[in-house]
């Protein structure tokens, strides 16, 4: 049986990759996010108008970060209990129709386990009263940049040490290179 589809539903008819490549375009072509809500001409093809609804993309971006943070602030409250791997993996696999069978857990949380590290440590901030969860909305979008790690052939290069901090003890940790470290290893590589 073929594998359940898990991308983002969108009603342009383009692939997500389609769509994600006309909306950066568009954006790079606009002088305003006013002009990119009332249309702009298309590369190339100046008798066709791009509109682009970031007020939209806001809200897409903005409900699953609110219901991250709400998440956290349970955990913190006590309505919710800090999850275990096999139970997070439960979390993610049930959204997409997909059986939670503890074999498949266990391996969806060995290839995620810097983004299940990462995600962890965010509960443990739960015991932080003065962390504001709300004020740290990115946090989510860094929990899911991890996921690229589950490649063995991917790496994250980043100027954000909190990757790094917040990845304690996870075996894909060393495929996070600080910005900083990584400039120093290719300078050091060239004076040999």
Known sequence: MG??????????GLTEEEEAEASLKAILD???????KSGIAVRHR????QFFDLDHFDTHEDKPQKEYS????????????????????????????LPAYDADCEKLVKGLDAAYRYGF????????????FK???SDWGDTLQLFY???ESMHLLTLDADFH?????????????????????LVGRNRK
């Not at 440590?121 to 504001?132: H, M």
């Not at 990845?167 to 290893?185: A, C, M, N, P, W």
Request: aromatic content about 8%; glycine content about 4%.
């Open 3 to 12: 594998k359940n589809e898990v991308a983002r539903e969108s009603d342009s």
């Open 30 to 36: 606009s002088p305003s996010k006013a002009a990119l």
């Open 46 to 49: 100046k008798r066709r108008m």
């Open 70 to 97: 709400d998440l956290l602030d349970g955990i913190r409250d006590g309505r919710i209990n800090r999850p275990e791997p096999i139970a997070w993996a439960t979390w993610l696999l049930e959204p997409h129709g």
């Open 121 to 132: 440590f965010l509960t443990t901030l739960a015991d932080n009263k003065s962390y504001q």
């Open 135 to 137: 004020d740290h909305a």
């Open 149 to 151: 790690l589950c490649d």
């Open 165 to 185: 901090n917040r990845t304690k003890g996870s075996y894909q940790r060393d495929r996070i290179l600080l910005y900083t470290e990584f400039v120093r290893s």
